[in-house]
């Protein structure tokens, strides 16, 4: 499985007419936040395969499209913030329910970051982040029941606390993210937000079972299982 992960920026690379030709092979797209819904469904329209994504600390809850619509989902897209789904990639596009075990994929997203001013829509104390968390918990519960395992890839914009996060307010890490992790052990945790600019500065950590992923701007991740 192929996995094509976006945040926080249009990238030149990806937001191109030859995007198919050198990622036709990507099985999903994941998008960790802070991006705007045409980057979002171009992705999805060129490359003909399930996205999924979480809002970052700068998107609105709306946004305006130059033919003057309001619009409060990037369309053919999944917002899957506060949620999980299990998805089949067996099917192509727009399959969102896996009957077969073996071929689920088990998603779960939380947008945003810890709260550092009064000015954004998603914008959480820890305290909150906690209970956002726990929201999760019946879905996963049950995925545990039906599929035999928790969760394979948790989505979020912001990263843990104490892994690839910074020393401000706005950049601060998850204790939640940390919780979700020792508790629900997902394979992947894929999240943007901390921008990076230095190449010794390692885009990847593991935390007990789950290999941590910051996408900034976009990364391929290979899964063999």
């Not at 309001?70 to 913030?81: F, N, P, R, S, W």
């Not at 939380?110 to 982040?129: D, K, P, V």
């Not at 401000?168 to 945790?189: D, E, V």
Request: net charge neutral.
């Amino acid at each position: 499985m192929k996995i094509l992960a976006v945040s926080d920026e249009v990238c030149d690379t990806i937001y191109t007419p030859t995007l198919k030709q050198r990622y036709g092979d990507v099985d999903l797209v994941v998008g960790c936040g802070d991006l705007p819904f045409f980057y979002l469904e171009f992705l999805v329209n060129a490359l003909d395969v399930p996205v999924y994504y979480v809002p970052g600390n700068h998107d609105e809850r709306s946004q305006y499209l130059s033919d003057g619509r309001t619009v409060y989902l990037a369309e053919g897209c999944t917002d899957i913030d506060g949620q999980a789904a299990a998805v089949s990639l067996a099917g192509g596009r727009g399959t969102q329910t896996a009957t077969s075990p073996r071929s689920a994929l088990l998603l779960a997203g939380l947008g945003g970051c810890l709260r550092y001013n009064n000015q954004g829509a998603h914008q959480y104390s820890q305290f909150e982040m906690y209970e956002r968390a726990f929201g999760l918990s019946p879905a996963l519960l049950a995925n545990r029941l039906l599929h035999g395992r928790f969760l394979d890839i948790m989505i979020t914009h912001a990263p843990p606390r104490g892994i690839h996060d910074r020393p401000t307010q706005a950049h601060t890490g998850i204790n939640a993210f940390l919780w979700i992790m020792r508790a629900y052990k997902p394979r992947f945790l894929l999240h943007g937000h901390t921008h990076r600019y230095r190449q010794d500065v390692p885009p990847m950590s593991h935390y007990l079972d789950t290999e941590v992923v910051n996408v900034y701007p976009y990364r391929v991740i290979e899964w063999r299982s």
